[in-house]
């Protein structure tokens, strides 16, 4: 898992000749291939592709890698990205006062499962301070009054600030109960993901395990999807399901459901930090 | 399995005294209780409750049963009844031409796993007449033109003259491909079952797992449910789910759910039977 | 969840009338039952039954209802005990360094999620008191010598002592590398539950996943269960697996495993502390 | 589906350059790579590949393919094959009362979804032969007395020999309640499929449900798996679970088990017959 490796993603219009030329660029210096995945997409023909290769044997780093690839790339009209595994993400977590979330990520982190740097989790709230910083990690409280869209837009602005100065990669929203305002998601399009309390697409918006009570289903469940302009629309990373029945309340559900979000929200983030998931269109390739 | 068995289902306003009222008249004749459950709505406050008692232990019939106990059900107003695993359920089913379902319900019968009589299987088209008639079950076809509403009508009111005819307990929908009319739902309510092919209230209509893969879900599901006048929106018996992934085609999404959905209508249709589906509203309590 | 209820359970030689006494019993007094559940077992005919009771639908305390009850307990030969929810069961926690099953327990517990007093945490390592003290836990560490079989004697005599002084109800060894010795598990039998990696009876003993991996199984599993004398051979309380595939290693095996591990322990663990587990020889019945 | 495909599937010691070769082998044809797999184990240092090409992508045969790819599977020491999806797999099925796989299987069979040729049915019994031959598929019974050793050999000699007569590339023991001899097992070695009616390597041998009752478990599953000379200990392709609970008894176990059981051969076997099955040792790789 600790094996010093560089990740390869790319997509383009499918052809005859993809894999053959890029296994064969890898393979020309010397590149051992640990994993590789491939997919094309039915409706647009457009491929995907993902290959991990072992650092130590290329004889030259990222950059270089990065700087010999780039031909083909353009070759291929490939739009594509090298990353480095001794280059760790950097995950902003937000949250509210629900922490169910945020502590499975932060015990997937310092027990070393989850390999990011942290550099901070931001809150509308003081309640999380002193569990955040018993793990060394800062912790900011940006006040979300409700009612009160200027203020609102304020603070986004200073979560948005908080974000780049901390030169994040990724923004999660691990329960935390504000809608981000489009315009954020937009500049962070890919870039923030959600966790949201139901099998999307159904019971999207407030209170799903109530929607779910009164429409009597047999199974919850809980979706992590990059968050888009379109409330609980974009695209999907990963879902889970599970079973209840007629005795259980909404109170059951919503304990139950804990166990479902932070399972799917812990994968969907590490298949999105391992390089994992593409985007196409409003759809997502996950290759596990 | 094959115990001789009356099985008593109830439901009444919650109060204090209902199980020591109901069990203490079945222990005061000496009736042993094989299976007993129980469940109050929090939203009605209405108590629901299902006992199997053992017929061999009680000095009287099904009817007497039934006399007996009808003073005590007055006395908390209860709506109830009592079925003898004796009398075996009798079952329509209607199918078009994907056999799947019926293939695996036709097998369970003949298994003598589903204890149930199936007077008939009625289709609106011919492709199935072998194989059900092969099991020496009478097959009638009803002809369903499309675009013609007149003729519709009429297929229907001969499809309701056949199940009476046949004395049906209950009707299900086996992946029969034509929309049940309002008159119909309403006249056999809580007796007309269907199977819906995605996880409800996601993707209902048509097409399901078209809108399943434009929506980029990574679970696909199934829907058991008592059919109501508006489509696909009537009470859940049974659902289930089942993961796909990104390389995962519409056909091959139509090829896996047969899978889950003949597993969710066969588990369904058996709640069904063993009257362990008691309906509050538009939810259903299962007591399996 | 919070509201104030005794719990009923017992277990007597099964024959006509014990329903109807039991509620009986409660109804002439105006128990409110809240949740009801029964159980006879068909090898050695024996009856097994759990109510819960609202608290205040009773016109005494939870002494008087004992009391009140055991005449008939008598007459029925019923083992029997009622459980008081006002009364908090003491938890006592064993770990060793893996803390995920830990840290899982606890925030069930800061959330209000598990109900229960946690009066201690027992380790062999010194590693985890900074996370268990800022819970505001007492942390004991326990050194656990290898291959000096006196001093684990020692060891475990003193671990035994702090949880008698703690005056715990259930001992949980949660990732607690060290086999408890007989005495102790004939001591604590039904009080003492342990979570294993495998899905038992698979993979008994010694790194389960390393087993798994070379057998090629493609799903692993976790079991809870009560420790008895004889090594992962207690009753099971409860199980669940999930799928890997033949690219998982046994370190993805050891990561994904966890997840299993943490919720079946937590399933497993509420199930006992709410009373719902009854055992019947080397098997349970879990009223879920 | 139904396009026209070579599946090329070969192992070989790992080392670097081996994708680059065979995939700018099959480039340099115009070769349309559909779908690709690889996989290294760890133990062995052996790599494992798959790849799907579209038929008339190439400008000739499968028999040129095959034998212009000699050259390249010689230098890199590969065990190869490439198989032809206008060559259909032929799946002689061996049964013997119960008949939940057979009639799962013939189903997916007659309506497409399992694409191979059924030479014909085999049985020691003559129960299911009005069934098979509904299908228009020959069924032969082999009497098979029990406690005479010499007829069982002679009765296996027989199986054989219409298992050769009819050139069949698989056998599949959908549920046959005899132990196939040694020497069969190795001579028929990866081409030999069962269905074992528990979660392997727990409850081996006979009456697997009456061993999980007894222990308590609250999974069962079922194990899709190739027969080697060791009794239920041959390379596993495909396994799964289901929850029971305390109230299921050996006879509900059956009838759950069922449904797993022909779920899990039906996968087995279709990546058995789409080459997806490759044997390491006596694990297997599925390139599902």
Not at 96 to 113: A, I, T, V
Request: charged share 25%; glycine share 6%.
């Amino acid at each position: 898992m600790n094996e010093h490796r560089y990740t390869l993603t790319l997509s383009c219009p499918d052809r005859v000749g993809i894999v053959a030329a890029v296994s064969g660029f890898v393979a020309q210096h010397g590149g051992f291939i640990v994993e590789a995945s491939y997919h094309t997409d039915q409706e647009t023909q457009r491929f995907f592709m993902r290959q991990e290769i072992r650092a130590n044997s290329l004889p030259f780093d990222a950059a270089e890698l990065r700087a010999r690839f780039a031909p083909l790339a353009e070759q291929f009209r490939m739009s594509w990205q090298v990353s480095d595994s001794a280059v760790k993400k950097r995950v902003v977590l937000l949250v509210s006062k629900q922490d169910h979330c945020l502590n499975d990520l932060l015990h997937r982190w310092r027990s070393g499962e989850l390999e990011v740097e942290i550099p901070c989790v931001i809150s509308n709230h003081e309640d999380l301070r002193s569990f955040v910083e018993w793990h060394g990690i800062p912790f900011h409280c940006v006040a979300m009054p409700n009612n009160n869209e200027q203020s609102k837009t304020a603070a986004f602005a200073e979560i948005a600030r908080q974000f780049d100065a901390s030169r994040g990669d990724v923004m999660v929203l691990a329960r935390f109960m504000q809608i981000v305002p489009p315009d954020l998601c937009t500049r962070y399009a890919g870039r923030l993901i959600n966790i949201h309390h139901s099998f999307l697409p159904s019971f999207a918006g407030a209170k799903p395990y109530h929607q779910a009570y009164h429409r009597g289903v047999k199974l919850i469940g809980a979706t992590c999807h990059y968050v888009s302009d379109e409330l609980d629309a974009g695209p999907i990373i990963e879902q889970d399901t599970m079973r209840i029945d007629h005795g259980d309340t909404v109170e059951d559900m919503v304990r139950y459901g804990k166990d479902i979000e932070k399972a799917v929200l812990a994968r969907g983030l590490r298949y999105h930090v391992e390089d994992r998931v593409l985007i196409c269109g409003n759809k997502t390739i996950v290759f596990r």
